[in-house]
């Protein structure tokens, strides 16, 4: 009888594994990007039960140290374990990814839509976004976190604002060309409110790349922050991050390369590891790319 119970939920997990297989095996190489992040990220959120030591705590007397049983990666100028501040320093790179991403895309999408159905406003909105763009994003980076401040929430922010007129660009397109479809014309010629036409027919078809420009964005995000932190003008210096490790080692790389080259591979595979998974996405998720490749079978 027990087993009479647990067999329809056997073809449920199997159906839903399918497509997940299904996904590794046309793109092998987007599976083990998958399973880098996920090891990155599970490290992140584990970080403090994964033998780490408190990544702020200094101690001269063991300071370049070579790794050991007691300090894996070995130790910094300061005697701060190396292994405890690359761990505690990816939760650094994956809130800003995170954050920068989805604030990036919310806001994005917002004013994208209302701008594109509000024909009068769409000009003025396009022109404030190709005013933004035609801003290095680093350089208008570096001087909001210098007017206000480095803090984490700066930072998000700083690098948050550069990346939304290439949404709202991405977006602006997919609405136009959805508009003009006669099942939008269909749904407007009987009445069909429009916060209803816009969250049943048009959103829909913003979700597929917004999900792969999410994931450039948050690896961008990623190498701005490393970028800021190692310039000085990203996270504060008593938050450990790779761009801080980075910065505060390069005195050092003659004779200890290790405490810049560690965190700059950690750094380096994430990224890839996020923009590969996004190129995968991109052919699954472009119908034009799927027909040609033949799809998910």
């Not at 060309?177 to 014309?185: A, I, L």
């Not at 450039?216 to 938050?239: D, N, R, V």
């Not at 450990?240 to 390369?257: D, V």
Request: positive net charge; glycine residues 6%; charged residues 15%.
């Amino acid at each position: 009888m027990a087993r009479a119970q647990t067999l329809p939920e056997e073809p449920v997990r199997a159906a839903r594994r399918a497509p997940v297989l299904a996904f590794v095996r046309r793109y092998p190489v987007a599976g083990l990007a998958a399973l880098i992040l996920g090891l990155i990220v599970l490290a992140a959120l584990l970080a403090p039960v994964l033998w780490t030591v408190d990544p702020k705590a200094l101690a001269p007397t063991q300071r370049m140290r070579m790794p050991s049983a007691a300090h894996w990666f070995g130790t910094d100028q300061f005697g701060r374990d190396v292994w405890s501040r690359v761990v505690y320093g990816a939760q650094v790179s994956l809130i800003v990814a995170l954050a920068v991403a989805t604030i990036s895309v919310i806001a994005g999408t917002l004013i994208a839509v209302v701008s594109t159905y509000i024909r009068w406003l769409d000009g003025l909105v396009m022109r404030i976004m190709d005013g933004l763009m035609a801003i290095p994003g680093i350089l208008l980076a570096i001087a909001l976190v210098s007017l206000s401040g480095a803090s984490r929430l700066t930072v998000i922010m700083a690098i948050t604002i550069p990346e939304i007129p290439r949404v709202v660009r991405l977006v602006r397109s997919v609405v136009l060309s959805v508009r003009e479809e006669p099942y939008v014309e269909a749904a407007i010629s009987v009445g069909t409110p429009l916060p209803q036409l816009l969250w049943r027919h048009v959103l829909p078809n913003c979700v597929p790349p917004l999900i792969v420009q999410a994931t450039y964005i948050a690896a961008s995000a990623m190498l701005t922050e490393a970028i800021l932190s190692f310039l000085g003008a990203g996270t504060p210096p008593e938050f450990p991050s790779w761009g801080n490790m980075m910065a505060e080692g390069r005195t050092f790389f003659p004779i200890a390369p290790r405490i810049v080259l560690i965190p700059g591979v950690a750094l380096a595979l994430t990224i890839l590891a996020v923009n590969v998974l996004g190129d995968a996405l991109r052919d699954r998720l472009d119908p034009k790319l799927a027909k040609r490749t033949g799809g998910l079978r």
